[in-house]
């Protein structure tokens, strides 16, 4: 047995080092705690040990989202793309997103150099096998070497390493992501401490040597010329013009038929993996079996970086045996030569069932104990890294004395992503999809900063030089605004004809520029043309313009949405309420209520099997006063 013997204390200590773990440390330490980051290997800092890439539909807001709070995954990415690229350019607003082809390499290097440079920050390496609790609050850890740290909270983001088994056709072995060493002890403690777990699966394709790619027979995919970024503090001017392409090619009837022939020698169908696996991003056996009725499905050719020759196979995870895996890929256009420099595996780990735990991400069994990233039930590195920011947060709010910060729905997709853990659960891999956002048209890519960034500067996670320039940008949109509207539009031949060119009617008086900019085919750029007035050269201003002036009877009627949604949340549930003294609940309100305890009626109201005659039965119990006394 292993000595203990006591080390250093600290405000707050995060365990994992994943996007998750440092988005949690970076906001600790920034926010003045002195903070401690343990991580199995320094060489998995901010690792993409799957897809090297940040964004895509939802999750590309929501890294903007972390940025506008004070966070770091924007300025990594901005920091070490080598392809950026607007999705959906040709859809609505609400659904646009960027995304940027990763050097892997170079992000983790570049986080890693941010965590190593922050004040108040301590980065080490060690496994933690268990955390110390006194009187029902956490306030430690033991590391597999006896070291005993001592900490007011702790945030733990275990993310795949928590009992990960790698499966690789009949081979598995006990390993983290990326063959690093597991977690295993930290798993029993908390099932002692009696926490709820379960097991979860995601895998990942085979890379490939990009000189054995026959890229004549793909479909190339370059990277935007206009200039993107995930930070609001990168600069147009140091845009990367010289961007590395992706490829798209697909698989056909010979892989589907592999793949069919050789289902037994497969994990997932085999019965050797118990954890589910996500729905969202399946295996390609999965998919084979699934959509049997599909002729081929896409693949998508990733390079890792610009210094090696890997390239990741995307939408081809798998687990076959890498004989196998060799003949899948050896039947696709493009790589009947590959060669296979890292097989593709899946991998079985430990996640917590998110009902155990609160909006701020703080567990409801033990104080002061925050989990954060996948261990929380999520996929996908942009999801993990918007909770350990929020979790980071409170940490170190709980550390100094400080109340609790949390964010709604209608004000983040980061809190869309927490509501639907913590009040709903997960049965699988959960993956943020636009779908989940009731207010989608508000909560866009392009207006993260003017929703979140008052919030990131009272938090002191954004710089007063910052706060300044963001309150720059403001006016300047509210004068542009004004400016817009004091223009007239009249009837005259040079509107004519422009109207006749968009195949529209023609003017029959003089209107205001705001309602003539509300016809979809028409720009900022044609008003000044006709007026001849400059309304903004800025082209977020003039991208803020549009956006709320053509959609401006939509954003309305889901103002109104979150309106009544304010009016719920402020209808509290007494923590102590007592579910089996009201009568007239069904079963499974009752049990679900008893389960979950939501805060407010609101919440209440998104829990999953419960009707609307449950609510207003607990809504009339709450605003009469009839609960049993809250413990205290």
Not at 128 to 138: A, H, M, P, Y
Not at 475 to 480: G, L, V, W
């Amino acid at each position: 047995m292993i000595k203990t013997y006591d080390t250093n204390d600290y405000d707050v200590i995060v365990v994992g080092a994943g996007h998750a773990g440092c988005e949690a440390a970076l906001a600790s330490a920034k926010m003045g705690q002195k903070t401690l980051l343990l991580t199995i290997s320094l060489d998995m800092v901010a690792f993409m040990p799957c897809n090297p890439s940040v964004g895509g539909p939802a999750k590309g807001t929501v890294v903007r989202e972390i940025d506008a709070l004070g966070g770091q995954m924007g300025k990594s990415i901005d920091a070490s793309y080598i392809q950026m690229r607007m999705l959906n350019t040709g859809k609505g607003p609400a659904v646009q997103a960027l995304r940027a082809q990763a050097d892997k390499w170079q992000y983790h290097e570049h986080m890693k150099n941010v965590i190593e440079a922050t004040k108040n920050l301590t980065l080490r390496q060690a496994t933690v096998d268990e955390l110390i609790i006194e009187d029902g609050v956490c306030c430690g850890l033991v590391t597999n070497t006896g070291a005993k740290y001592h900490a007011k909270s702790v945030v733990l983001t275990t993310g795949t390493s928590a009992r990960g088994r790698i499966y690789i056709g009949e081979l598995n072995y006990s390993s983290g992501p990326n063959n690093t060493i597991p977690a295993i002890k930290l798993s029993e403690n908390l099932e002692k401490l009696g926490f709820k777990l379960r097991r979860f699966k995601t895998g990942t394709p085979p890379r490939v040597n990009s000189n054995t790619i026959d890229y004549s027979k793909t479909e190339e995919e370059p990277g935007d010329q206009v200039p993107r970024h995930f930070s609001f503090e990168s600069r147009d001017e140091d845009y990367l013009k010289e961007q590395v392409s992706c490829w798209m090619t697909y698989t056909n009837q010979t892989t589907h038929q592999i793949i069919n022939e050789n289902l037994a020698r497969s994990p997932m169908f085999s019965g050797q993996i118990k954890g589910v696996g996500p729905r969202y991003c399946p295996s390609i056996e999965t998919k084979v079996v699934r959509f049997a009725d599909r002729e081929r499905h896409q693949i998508f050719l990733e390079p890792e970086g610009e210094k090696t020759e890997e390239v990741y196979v995307g939408d081809f995870s798998t687990s076959m045996p890498e004989e196998i895996q060799l003949k899948m890929l050896h039947s696709v256009a493009g790589l009947e030569h590959a060669e296979i420099m890292r097989p593709g595996y899946a991998i079985e780990y430990d996640v917590i069932d998110p009902w155990q735990l609160k909006h701020t991400l703080e567990t409801k069994k033990i104080k002061n104990l925050y989990t954060a990233g996948q261990m929380n039930g999520t996929s996908g590195y942009e999801e993990a890294a918007g909770q350990g920011l929020i979790a980071g947060i409170n940490a170190a709010l709980r550390a100094a004395g400080k109340g609790d910060f949390t964010v709604g729905r209608d004000e983040a997709y980061i809190g869309v992503l927490i509501d639907d853990l913590v009040t709903k659960g997960t049965e699988e891999p959960y993956r943020l999809l636009t779908s989940r956002a009731e207010y989608r048209l508000i909560l866009r890519h392009d207006n993260a900063d003017l929703r979140l960034t008052e919030y990131g500067h009272q938090l002191g996670l954004i710089s007063n030089e910052r706060y300044s320039q963001f309150l720059t940008k403001k006016e300047h949109i509210k004068e542009a605004m004004q400016r817009l509207k004091a223009i007239t539009i009249h009837p005259d031949e040079p509107v004519r004809e422009f109207m006749e060119s968009i195949s529209e009617p023609p003017l029959k008086a003089g209107i205001k520029a705001d309602v003539f900019l509300r016809r979809p085919r028409v720009k900022i750029e044609d008003i000044e043309r006709l007026s001849g007035v400059s309304i903004s050269n800025e082209r977020y201003v003039r991208e803020q313009l549009e956006i709320n002036i053509k959609y401006a009877g939509y954003i309305k009627k889901e103002q109104q949405q979150i309106d009544r949604l304010h009016r719920q949340e402020a209808k509290k549930i007494p923590a102590g309420i007592d579910y089996q003294a009201i009568g007239g609940l069904a079963t499974e309100a009752r049990q679900k209520f008893e389960k979950i305890r939501p805060e407010t009626i609101a919440q209440a109201e998104r829990i999953s099997g419960v009707n609307p005659a449950d609510i207003a039965i607990l809504s009339v119990y709450v605003q009469n006063g009839r609960y049993a006394k809250i413990n205290k």
